[in-house]
């Protein structure tokens, strides 16, 4: 490993792999969009200035462009931030989508950015992406797996969409780990109540597990659900045969957000209680990002009341 | 390239004749747009058969040029002049609109009809075409040439005009758009709906070389696409002004005809007009 990931957040992890990766992959070109120095493509700019492009402030003409280099047999990666990626230039991501384009879509500041605000918040990116048919959708929570997920969209064809946070993320998997697109990771194992976090919230998960097991007489399951799309519903199901109930964990709004794609597998293949926690409904506002997490209930004690609730 | 008399009416035949596969498809079908469809039927044959590089028989050629059809809604010209070219057959053309059909209400990409990509969502050709244009540069393809064809109403869309400033940011020569000016779009006169003029010194001002031409002269058109070849460091506009719904007399200056099929008595008045522009040309 050519990263020492413990010690980066995930924005740099990211630049980094690109900037390592370049010679690797010769046909890879990376376009920005006047937000290099903040989703750190700037690095690979500056080692391959001739396979970078700053499509200026301009999200439809970089998708557009991007599908231009796919049909011409380039391997394009497409950064910004999350929400102006996803939501300016959708239309284009969906018709690179329909023709299942090798269009690899890689944005930062995925989920609540703090300060900036509710205009720069991606919590709605994940109903609009995830509706796309052909588009793999993945968020990785750590660094090593971000790495490993980056490995795997390059080496396969077809359109993907990776949402990394703006912040930091502390490491939940060992160096062992192996990502597995479509597998629902169980990163601590228990048989009372199912967690299932995606990005962040599999951390909250974790650190909200490891309260209650000391508070209640229980043991808590946490599922890192790296994939969004596709899901393996029958692994998915599995993991949750013995449980009391499933709380879901997304920084996103609720409305047809990861808990609306999983609450449709479980309601319609094995219906269990379940409990849905992320931004209902609103757009959030300024704060640090802990401070705006807590408001609107991505916090532990709001999870650890819901998770007391749902096993009651 | 100068074109003879002879080549001028043979070509002219067969334009006449793509023009009657489009009404016949489209009336056939009792759906699709003939306006838009019939003012661009000669750039699109005029670019397969002699400007751009294209083996019809292997379509996926690495060193072809590349064509996209921005708008995408003109897609039974781009299928009549596939089939004039041998890669759609006759009998397929009755299939437009249906179900399973290759060819499908706009273009859906297609590697053996040579359809690089699917259009039809307004707006996405020229930036497709920026990228297919840096691809080729950053491949240090020099004879590789992209095509796109814009509608004029398509030039409403903000992502067109993103698109052109990228084009000229980048030098991209090898890139060579082309608006049908034909003037009309869905809703009415395009002045009326969005106003579009100046249009040549737009694309000026976004840096682009500027060739009009008259969309009915074959000559004028291949000489404009000639000239293009010529331009360094800059992209070029060919802005091709014709009348929409042309050659069919109650079609043209017609916003009606846009988006609505023919019907029965329309279609064979439109068939028998331009029986008539054949048989002054030379056909008996």
Redesign the interface.
């Given at each position: 490993m050519f990263l020492k990931l413990e010690e980066i957040n995930m924005r740099d992890a990211f630049g980094k792999y690109l900037h390592n990766i370049g010679d690797k992959y010769k046909d890879m070109?990376v376009l920005d969009c006047d937000l290099s120095t903040s989703t750190r493509t700037n690095l690979f700019a500056k080692k391959y200035p001739?396979?970078f492009?700053n499509?200026?402030i301009?999200e439809?003409?970089m998708?557009?462009?991007?599908?231009?280099?796919?049909?011409?047999?380039?391997i394009?990666i497409v950064s910004g931030f999350s929400i102006f990626t996803s939501g300016r230039a959708w239309?284009?991501i969906r018709?690179a989508c329909?023709?299942n384009l090798n269009v690899k879509i890689i944005t930062t500041h995925g989920g609540i950015v703090g300060e900036d605000g509710s205009t720069h918040n991606a919590l709605e990116d994940l109903s609009i992406m995830a509706t796309l048919p052909n588009l793999n959708v993945l968020i990785p929570v750590d660094n090593l797996e971000l790495v490993q997920m980056l490995d795997f969209a390059l080496k396969n064809e077809g359109p993907f969409y990776i949402r990394i946070p703006r912040e930091s993320s502390t490491n939940v998997h060992n160096k062992n780990y192996h990502f597995t697109m479509r597998k629902p990771d169980v990163v601590k194992k228990g048989k009372d109540i199912c967690f299932i976090g995606t990005g962040y919230g599999t951390i909250l998960s974790l650190k909200s597990a490891l309260e209650i097991e000391n508070e209640l007489n229980c043991t808590v399951k946490v599922i890192n659900l790296s994939t969004i799309k596709p899901i393996d519903e029958e692994k998915l199901i599995n993991e949750v045969k013995n449980v009391k109930g499933v709380i879901i964990i997304e920084e996103h709004n609720i409305y047809c957000g990861v808990g609306s794609i999983v609450a449709r597998i479980f309601s319609e293949r094995y219906p269990i209680k379940m409990k849905i926690i992320g931004v209902d409904n609103s757009y959030c506002q300024s704060g640090t990002r802990n401070e705006v997490l807590k408001e609107y209930g991505l916090n532990i004690e709001n999870i650890i009341e819901k998770a007391k609730n749902l096993l009651s | 390239m100068v074109i003879n008399e002879a080549e001028e009416s043979d070509l002219l035949l067969d334009i006449l004749d793509i023009k009657k596969n489009i009404l016949k498809m489209i009336y056939l079908a009792q759906s699709g747009h003939p306006g838009g469809s019939l003012s661009c039927a000669t750039l699109i044959y005029l670019l397969y058969k002699k400007i751009m590089k294209f083996n019809p028989k292997n379509p996926k050629w690495d060193e072809r040029d590349?064509f996209i059809l921005s708008k995408g809604h003109a897609a039974p010209a781009l299928y009549s002049v596939l089939s004039k070219i041998g890669l759609i057959t006759k009998e397929e053309l009755t299939t437009l609109r249906k179900v399973n059909s290759k060819l499908q209400g706009h273009p859906v990409?297609n590697d053996q009809l040579g359809i690089?990509?699917?259009t039809g969502?307004l707006?996405?050709g020229?930036?497709?075409?920026?990228?297919?244009?840096?691809?080729?540069k950053?491949?240090k393809k020099k004879d590789k040439l992209i095509y796109v064809l814009l509608g004029d109403g398509e030039l409403n869309e903000?992502?067109i005009w993103?698109?052109a400033?990228?084009a000229s940011?980048?030098n991209l020569d090898n890139l060579i758009a082309i608006v049908d000016r034909n003037g009309i779009q869905s809703d009415g006169f395009t002045e009326e709906i969005m106003g579009l003029e100046p249009l040549a010194n737009k694309w000026d001002a976004f840096g682009w070389d500027v060739i009009e031409v008259d969309g009915s002269n074959i000559r004028e058109i291949i000489g404009g696409f000639q000239k293009s070849k010529k331009t360094i460091r800059k992209p070029t506009v060919i802005i091709s002004y014709l009348v929409k719904g042309s050659d069919i007399s109650f079609m043209e200056h017609s916003s009606k005809y846009h988006g609505r099929a023919p019907n029965k008595e329309e279609y064979e008045n439109a068939i028998k007009e331009i029986e008539e522009i054949e048989k002054k040309i030379g056909v008996s």
């Open positions: 070109v001739k396979r492009f499509m200026g301009a439809q003409n998708l557009g462009t991007a599908m231009g280099f796919a049909i011409s047999g380039k394009p239309e284009f018709m329909h023709d | 590349i990409k690089e990509i699917t969502s707006g996405m020229l930036s497709i075409g920026v990228g297919c244009a840096l691809s080729a950053l491949d903000g992502s993103e698109a400033m990228a940011h980048y």
